[in-house]
């Protein structure tokens, strides 16, 4: 399976108009979460909610602070969970946020295409 960099945008709910964009972000549909720097999401005013543990692919288990914003990617955009990423992490866009955005891979044009009609539930049928 070959890698697929994007630019994603990030913006605090509570701050529209603000925006800080984070060009050659690594698509991760094996990472949960998306990642952004610490210093990026500070700046932007989005604030720790919550502290989630997470297993690395080497086995090892980090803790990292999780706030909410705005993820932009792929021309849509959703509210997610983003991890507060330290110095020594990626920056990725991972599969919940893919999956908000209503996103898919398309490894062989290297680039994020619409993933179609979302799934809902069917209409009650008469008994």
């Known amino acids: 399976m070959g890698m697929l960099r994007t630019t994603i945008a990030i913006e605090n709910p509570l701050q529209p108009g ?20 610490r210093p990026v999401l500070e700046e932007l005013g989005i604030v720790p909610r919550k502290q989630v543990r997470f297993e690395m692919a080497n086995g090892s288990q980090i803790e990292r602070d999780v706030g909410f914003g705005l993820v932009y990617a792929g021309g849509t955009l959703t509210i997610d969970e983003i991890v507060f990423g330290e110095a020594s992490d990626l920056v990725l866009l991972g599969a919940h946020s893919l999956q908000s955005l209503n996103l898919k891979v398309d490894l062989v044009g290297r680039r ?7 799934l809902a539930a069917c209409e009650r049928f008469a008994a």
Do not use: I
Request: a negative charge.
């Open 18 to 37: 603000v925006r800080r964009e984070l060009p050659e972000t690594l698509v991760d549909t094996g990472a949960e979460l998306t990642w952004v720097p």
């Open 112 to 118: 994020l295409v619409a993933g179609g009609p979302m």
